[in-house]
């Protein structure tokens, strides 16, 4: 394990309330360091745009939205997403069109200043933990969903992010590569275990991949859906 | 709203899809004798003398008169060259040679002959050119100045070419491409004859006291009246125009034409037949009775006010604003031959140009 | 499913017409004529040289500007219509498309001249008719359409790439750097040759702008050469021929640089689409006057005069005919070069399925297909006219010849315009359109055609803009019952009729703005649809 896991902290979600056009998402939870959890929830009930408030990208609106978000003992509710230190996982990967696969990969090195020898040899032991050492010159157009997602999978882990955030993964995979997939995302996880959010629609993947799990769930009689820890899951895969 | 448009789409296609067919009708398929008359542009405007002109015609010789226009005169020597090239000679009449054209053109007229115009001896001496070219107008040069700029930017007026040079007249002067406007050139030639040896000492720094130079005098004129500069090289006969337009009546109009004791050169257009002409006797007896109506006192004395230029003969009544002109010290009726010109036009090149 | 080859038959064989009979014969034919003529001793003539060191200089000066402010109005621009799928903006950034330039040059001199609007108020500019003058009216002309192209691109540049980048610590000019440059570059390098096209073969502008000598460019050296008396047929073409390589310089560039293995010609559309986030009006009314601002100049040429043309029953008479004829020669010129844009997409389309060697040339010929904007319209009016103009009645005058010629010239426009749009046909709709029942044409009207239909309109309208304009071409095969209006705006400034031959000039300039305009209305043109995001 390396080093800076010790520098891992856990999330805090504090009182959040977001506003959206037609309803509000509230929240309270933590995740540990190493624990990976999963949020379920009906469509359009702000899975995503949970996940999005989490990075930065849709971020809090003073004086209409409230709450706190706590990575460790650092408040990030304001941070911008790059200083936030979030590892996204898109749906639909978001990899860069005008990069190969290995510049896709070290992407986030190369914004931290890493060297370019250093950045192709962490890449290309990344790339190779995930099988895709040989494909590192290609195209990202030329990949298949599979090797998209696990490009995209690198891409967010390999500069080690204290937060981990994946918008539902494994959905536009057959059954075999969601379990390969399932498979490589716990052994990477093992090599950096910072606190991870899952979206999914799938039980199976909650199974196989998450510590425990977070639904959203509509309070009755109001358009607010709030986060409900349910209990942890001890059927995960370790 | 869309189905409109459409609508109108549809509509638009059943008109036009006739205009595809114009054009190939052949010529001469009339059984009226036709005459085919190039000419400028310019006088088949509506108030040009054009339409006067080729309607008369038509009512009193009892035929078809076809016109193409293009553009001035050097670009009907241009179609003539053009036509030429296609091996088609169909026009019979050129109208808008200048003589600075007369040479160039000549390869492609043909010649009188022994007929003589009726009223030939009519027109005056001053502006006579020789046998094959009848001028039927005629306009003097001259610049232009604007009199109120002048005052109110205390200019003094040019009295002579070099007082051109001076300093209150950089970029205020509207001048012509001799290349492109028989204007231009017309100038061009003039400043040859009046400075001799030191022309081009003279062009090289006038370059730099135009405000632009324009490809025709319609450019520069209407900058011009647009008051971007306060001269601008023209006809004495722009006055006339100007006076006439003047809705302050007798009041003197802000733009006059001067004068200056080198004198004024001189433009002399005239009319021509062309070698199709010789295709029938027919065509040559309409070629002859038109070039005889051109010189006749009927549509002379509509030159003044349809063409803003001077009438040949010299016993047509001119308008009071024709009359009130400033009569020139001299006038230079100069004829300079093809290979002059374009010798003149290359160095007018290497000095201005590069 | 493939589409059917009896389409790639008839596409190729227009295209022959098309580029055999459209330019291939007529250029050949000029300049072999003037081969014979005269020789080309251009290293000789001193004079040409300077002028073409003046042609290519104003122009890579003129387009540079125009790049540097285009590409960032562009971005800016793109960035805040991303969200706004109905935003008027790039409507408005095409409307200068459409300004005849001989209305570009009226409108600079009332503004900027010595007696322009600026100047009684005090601002006086020393550099009117001069090259500044010339670069100046190609930038602000050219800046727009640069704009545009950038813009478009840009507000497709998929959210989520833009958003992963900023979490994995890039700030905005890491994001521009190696995020959205990919995806704009080559729509802005092709634009940026356009404009070198543009500049290079500028005319009105520079006549009217220049100054005289030493500003003119080769296009205006032709005009000389051509008009006036001294028919000079080898000089003619021997500018032409420069002109020609100067404008085909930054495409062959293009080329060059062009990775087919990169594919990044080809857009990366998110399929998700995001939901639109409310644009404050006040913001909204900001973008759409910024874009406004680079038409609005011009509109200082309609003046009461306009309106004249009209109610005066004499005026109206002299112009009713020629504008009808100005709106029909711009409406054929429009369909014939959209449909020449059409077969050439459909043979590029379908003949890189048919030939391998179609699909590796793909790049050579979308930039052959660019040639046409380099040509002078003169030069190629008097190659038709010299090809064709015997079969034609020069008393009549020919409007197909003008049609043909026209549809010549701009094709350019139309095959840019169109060219994405079969780059975004959705097979796998149409697959699934056929497999429920429909038949090919059925399912091209239900799928695919809501697609076409803006960017059809769009083209066929900048074609008819253009057409309005045009004056060089069409002078050849006019008469007296064929005048366009533009030749009406010369005919009456030869005869001192100048505030009437502003008010024609006023009425082009609201013709082609109703044109522009009208496209975007009835095609209701959205880029998302012809490229299949919608």
Known sequence: MPKEVSLLSELRVQDLCKQMKDYRIEADFSIQVGQRVALMGPSGSGKTTLLRLLAG???????????????????????????????????????????????????????????????????????????????????????????????AFVRALIWKPKLVLLDEPFSALDLKLRVALRHELLELHRLWPAPLLLVTHDWVDVQAVATSFLSLEAVSGSSIWKVRRELTNPGVFE | MRGFFFFLGSVFLELTSSLFFQGFSALGASSVPELVVYTASSLMTPEGLGPVLFSQFEKQSGCRVRVLTYGNG?????????????????????????????????????????????????ISVGVSLERGILPYNYGIFAFMVDRQYLNYFNLKEPSSLLDLLQIQWRRNILMEDPRTSSVGLSFLVYTQAVLGGSVWNFWKNFRNQWLTLTPSWDGAYRLFLKKEAPLVWSYLSSQAYHEEMNSLGSVQSRYQAIIWKEGNPLQIEGAVFLKGIQKSQVSIDLGRKFLEFLISKEVQSLIPRKMWMMPVRQDIDLPLSFKKLPKPFRVFALFPKPVEIKESLAQWNRVVVQ | MRIPVIYLIFSSIWMVIFWVGGIGVPLGNLFSIAFHAGGWNFFEDTVLLSILTM????????????????????????????????????????????????????????????????????????WVYSLKAVVFAHAFLNVPWIALAVCQSRRHVPEEQLAAARLLGAGYFSE??????????????????????????????????????????????????????????????????????????????????????????????????????????????????????????????????????????????????????????????????????????????????CFPAVSTFQAGLRVLFSLPSGLSSLVMGLAFFLSYGQWVDPFEGSFIAMVLLQTVLFFPVSFRVLSPVI??????????????????????????????????????????????????????????????????????????????????????????MSLIFISFEVGNFSWERSIGLQ
């Open chain 3, 423 to 512: 780059r975004g046909l959705q097979i796998h709709q149409l697959e699934a359109a056929v497999s429920l029942g429909a038949s090919g044409m059925k399912a091209f009207w239900w799928i695919e055609w809501p697609r076409w239909r803006g960017p059809l309109v769009g083209a066929f309208a900048g074609v008819a803009g253009a057409s309005l304009g045009e004056i060089g071409a069409v002078s050849f095969f006019s008469s007296e019952k064929l005048i366009p209006l533009p030749l009406v705006v010369s005919r009456w400034m030869e005869h001192y009729r100048f505030e009437e031959a502003q008010g024609i000039a006023g009425l082009l300039f609201l013709l082609s």
């Open chain 3, 176 to 353: 521009l750097r190696f995020v959205v440059w990919p995806q704009v570059r080559w729509a802005f390098a092709e634009a940026c040759a356009q404009v070198m096209s543009f500049c290079t073969t500028s005319f009105a502008l520079v006549l009217i702008l220049g100054g005289g000598p030493p500003v003119q460019t080769l296009e205006t050296e032709l005009y000389g050469r051509l008009r006036y008396g001294f028919l000079d047929l080898s000089g003619a073409a021997i500018c032409a021929f420069w002109q020609l390589l100067i404008t085909l310089f930054p495409w062959a560039l293009i080329l060059f640089f062009y990775d087919r293995n990169h594919r990044s010609l080809r857009p990366t559309i998110s399929q998700k689409v995001r939901p639109q986030k409310e644009v404050k009006k006040r913001y909204r009314i900001g973008l759409v006057l910024i874009a406004l601002g680079f038409t609005a100049p011009y509109g200082i040429v309609l003046k009461s005069q306009v309106l004249k043309i009209f109610i005066d029953s004499e005026q109206r008479s002299q112009v009713l005919s020629p504008f009808f004829l100005s709106l029909q020669l711009a409406g054929w010129s429009g369909l014939f070069s959209v449909f020449s844009a059409v077969m050439a997409v459909l043979f590029l389309r379908v003949g890189s399925n």
């Open chain 1, 57 to 151: 990208l849709d971020p809090l609106q003073e004086g209409r939205d409230f709450g706190k978000l706590f990575l460790g003992q650092k408040e990030i509710t304001f941070l911008s997403p790059q200083e936030r230190e979030v590892g996204f996982v898109f749906q639909d990967q978001a990899l860069f069109s005008g990069m190969n696969v290995l510049d896709n990969v070290t992407f986030g090195l190369r914004m931290r200043g890493i060297h370019r020898e250093q950045r192709e040899k962490m890449g290309l032991e990344w790339l190779g933990r995930v099988g895709l050492a040989q494909r590192a010159s290609s195209w990202t157009d030329h990949l298949s969903g599979g090797e998209k997602q696990r490009v």
């Open chain 2, 74 to 122: 050097a670009q009907l020597l241009a179609r003539l060259q053009l036509d030429a090239h296609r091996d088609k000679r169909n026009a019979h009449v050129l109208l808008g040679v200048d003589q600075h054209l007369w040479e160039r053109v000549k390869p492609w007229t043909e010649s009188w002959g022994d007929w003589t115009p009726r009223d030939y001896s009519q």
């Open chain 3, 55 to 126: 042609t290519a200089g104003q122009a890579i000066l003129s387009t540079l500007i125009s790049a540097a402010g285009g590409f960032f109005l562009g971005l800016f621009l793109g960035e805040q219509v991303s969200e706004d799928p109905k935003s008027r903006v790039p409507m408005l950034l095409a409307l200068p498309f459409g300004v005849p330039t001989l209305v570009v040059a009226m409108a600079w001199v009332a503004w900027l001249g010595r007696s322009g609007v600026l100047a009684s108020w005090g601002i006086h500019f020393d």
